[in-house]
């Protein structure tokens, strides 16, 4: 069995599928790991490009990223699970970091930054007003450091990450039940 799942939705993505793919496996050298690519019905050559470079390809013919992702985790086999898009705006490299955390027991849950190491055009104005948003949202759900639950949603048990500072919030995950 993986230690890592990794799902990444994809709908014609064969311009940079093979690059995610790559960047993803230098990332995880030395964790056992499986990439699991999503497709929601891709017109080229998406399919075949993963399939080349070793991923599990997941045929999933209703549309939608919200789909997509509850698929992928409906067939990730791995104790820790990770999510990151095809476009190259997510930083895998930053995987072992966020692993380290999470089999360390020093965290429940990371969540990465994109945002800040965006090469400017990669992603509208408009997409990136909607991610600082739910980012936002996202941040307030928990009260970093405790355990208290915020009062914009009622979750409990978070903590501060130590990987990525206050930035990110975690809380505890049924499916953390393993330690490198």
Same mark, same amino acid.
């Given at each position: 069995?993986?230690?890592?799942?990794?799902?990444?939705?994809?709908?014609?993505?064969?311009?940079?599928?093979?690059?995610?793919?790559?960047?993803?496996?230098?990332?995880?050298?030395?964790?056992? !790991?499986?990439?699991?690519?999503?497709? =929601?019905?891709?017109?080229? &050559?998406?399919? #075949?490009?993963? @399939? %080349?470079?070793?991923?599990?390809?997941?045929?999933?013919?209703?549309?939608?990223?919200?789909?997509?992702?509850?698929?992928?985790?409906?067939?990730?086999?791995?104790?820790?699970? !990770?999510?990151?898009?095809?476009?190259? =705006?997510?930083?895998?490299? &930053?995987?072992? #970091?966020?692993? @380290? %955390?999470?089999?360390?027991?020093?965290?429940?849950?990371?969540?990465?930054?994109?945002?800040?190491?965006?090469?400017?055009?990669?992603?509208?104005?408009?997409?990136?007003?909607?991610?600082?948003?739910?980012?936002?949202?996202?941040?307030?759900?928990?009260?970093?450091?405790?355990?208290?639950?915020?009062?914009?949603?009622?979750?409990?048990?978070?903590?501060?990450?130590?990987?990525?500072?206050?930035?990110?919030?975690?809380?505890?995950?049924?499916?953390?039940?393993?330690?490198?």
């Amino acid at each position: 069995m993986p230690e890592v799942s990794v799902i990444i939705p994809t709908m014609n993505e064969e311009s940079s599928i093979g690059a995610v793919i790559d960047e993803v496996q230098t990332a995880l050298v030395g964790w056992p !790991s499986e990439i699991l690519i999503v497709d =929601t019905d891709s017109r080229d &050559r998406t399919r #075949d490009i993963a @399939t %080349a470079k070793g991923a599990r390809v997941v045929p999933e013919p209703r549309r939608g990223y919200g789909r997509a992702y509850k698929t992928g985790f409906a067939a990730a086999t791995g104790t820790f699970v !990770s999510a990151l898009d095809a476009d190259l =705006t997510y930083p895998a490299h &930053r995987f072992p #970091d966020f692993l @380290t %955390a999470l089999a360390e027991d020093r965290a429940d849950f990371v969540s990465g930054d994109r945002l800040s190491g965006l090469s400017d055009g990669a992603m509208t104005g408009m997409h990136r007003v909607g991610n600082e948003i739910l980012n936002f949202a996202f941040r307030s759900c928990t009260i970093p450091g405790s355990a208290t639950p915020s009062p914009a949603c009622g979750r409990s048990g978070g903590r501060s990450c130590p990987v990525c500072g206050s930035s990110t919030t975690g809380w505890r995950s049924p499916k953390n039940s393993s330690s490198r």
